[in-house]
């Protein structure tokens, strides 16, 4: 009969836990700010291109959606390999190519060269966010991972602060026969393959490789990680397959709610600098520090919303009310002047990142670990086509009909459509006894000695022990 093994010392872990965080954290949250610049600098060069390249407003939507193309059809594949080869070698892999796609972007002619790289750019970075997510759930306990997402998807918010400023610094070099806009791709690729040589020196792939851990605390670790997987089995008479689990409503429903919260999150990001330019006669510098404020509000609602979170824990209910932040600030967008628009936004802001670090947790403590990561890149990737609508849709309407009205008014409408549907999304599997495990290993103070399935099933509460 296969057993659970008794939990950790909860103190051990715990500090396992924040010494995993302490180290691989900030790194990932530079990593994260490279990435995101690299994939949303297009925002701020859309005038020059057409200026210099002609490339118009429909064809910078479907080049800047495109990317999201070449990132869904890459994403499967990309985290199955990132398991094959380990998180080390994978994602230095991904960074160096990203980089590399990145700086191509300096080299663009035309409408057809740009729709290439940004689709390349896209399959470059496929795998990237979920084998994080991915790491999170071999080196953290769920009870922990919560926090760690926000912290690391503090780096968007942060990267969207910054790469105003940076990228409109960077527009005004000029030199050897090159416009600022191809020094802006130049440099700011040329970061990520800097960065992808500290990364393969940083980082480990599992928490046995780790030296900075005890040995004690590698123990900690891995136990509660292979409790929580055990008490997922024990919920499932068969390995789950990952063609059983694509026609899982559960997987369906969280692709649609990421799909949602992709969808206004780039909506607002490609199209935020042309918005704040109709604002008054702002110079490039100028529209990059505008642009900066609504993700700098983001980042405090982030912080607080997972504080909430964690301290008041009902997942669906806090997702939902910040998608309704989100629809009600994408609504009012619509209704006033350039300046009552941008502090629309602003608001916006507030609802949609802080859904986009709350949802993940969901998926998280629903999936079994053998096909966590394909099944997280799958959400990622075909949430992420939001990408590729919202600046497409955006960039048409423009074209034909010289606004983005329609626009907001359907990120709006699909914000407050998720909001009802995260309700039947579920946090755990059926069953007990993952709710059983998860109230024992903060508290250490149930399963003391192993603990048969049968025996779980029996007596959630762990008294059986």
């Known amino acids: 009969m296969k057993t659970l093994q008794s939990p950790p010392d909860p103190n051990v872990l715990a500090r396992a836990a924040a010494k995993v965080k302490r180290h691989v954290l900030p790194l990932f949250v530079v990593m994260f700010i490279v990435n995101y610049i690299d994939r949303v600098n297009i925002g701020f060069v859309r005038s020059h291109m057409e200026t210099d390249l002609g490339i ?33 070698a994978w994602l230095t892999r991904i960074m160096f190519t990203w980089g590399a796609a990145a700086m191509a972007m300096a080299f663009v002619r035309g409408e057809t060269s740009f729709y290439v790289l940004r689709f390349i750019l896209g399959a470059a970075e496929a795998g990237f966010f979920p084998g994080i997510i991915y790491y999170f759930t071999q080196w953290l306990p769920s009870t922990e991972r919560g926090k760690a997402m926000a912290i690391f998807l503090s780096g968007s918010a942060i990267a969207s602060v910054i790469s105003g400023p940076v990228s409109g610094a960077l527009l005004h070099i000029n030199g050897l026969s090159l416009h600022g806009w191809q020094w802006m791709f130049l440099i700011e690729g040329f970061a990520s393959i800097v960065l992808c040589g500290f990364v393969w020196f940083w980082l480990q792939s599992h928490p046995r490789e780790a030296k900075w851990l005890s040995d004690e605390e590698k123990t900690a670790l891995t136990t509660a990680i292979a409790l929580e997987q055990q008490a997922r089995e024990a919920t499932q ?22 799909f949602s919260i992709a969808l206004t999150i780039y909506g607002a990001t490609f199209w935020l600098p042309s918005m704040i330019k109709k604002m008054g006669n702002l110079g490039d510098f100028q529209v990059g520090l505008f642009n900066s404020i609504p993700w700098i509000i983001s980042i405090v609602a982030m912080y607080g919303f997972a504080a909430m979170a964690s301290k008041w824990k009902y997942q669906q209910a806090w997702v939902a009310v910040t998608l309704v932040i989100a629809s009600f600030g994408m609504f009012m967008s619509t209704t006033g002047g350039p300046v009552f628009a941008f502090v629309a936004i602003c608001f916006a802001a507030i609802g949609f990142k802080a859904a986009s670090a709350l949802f993940w947790p969901i998926p998280q403590g ?100």
């Not at 080049?63 to 998180?87: D, K």
């Not at 053998?370 to 990622?380: G, Q």
């Open 56 to 88: 118009g407003a429909a064809a910078y939507g479907l080049g800047a959606g495109l990317f999201f193309v070449g990132y869904a059809i890459f994403e499967v594949p990309s985290n199955m390999l990132l398991q094959r080869y380990g998180a080390r």
């Open 237 to 258: 008479t068969v390995k789950p397959s990952m063609f059983k689990l694509l026609a899982d409503k559960q997987i369906a429903l969280c692709c649609f709610i990421y």
């Open 366 to 465: 629903y999936l079994d670990a053998r096909i966590a990561a394909a099944v997280i890149a799958l959400i990622n990737s075909i949430g992420n086509l939001g990408g590729f609508v919202a600046p497409t849709a955006f960039g048409f309407l423009e074209q034909t009909t010289g606004s983005i009205e329609g626009g907001l008014y359907g990120l709006a409408a699909t914000s407050l459509v998720a909001a009802v549907v995260i309700f039947f999304a579920r946090t755990a599997p059926r069953g007990d006894s993952l709710r059983a495990l998860a109230g024992a290993l903060p508290e250490g103070t149930r399963a003391k000695k192993p603990v048969s399935h049968q025996a779980l099933k029996s007596d959630p509460t762990g008294a059986a022990s």
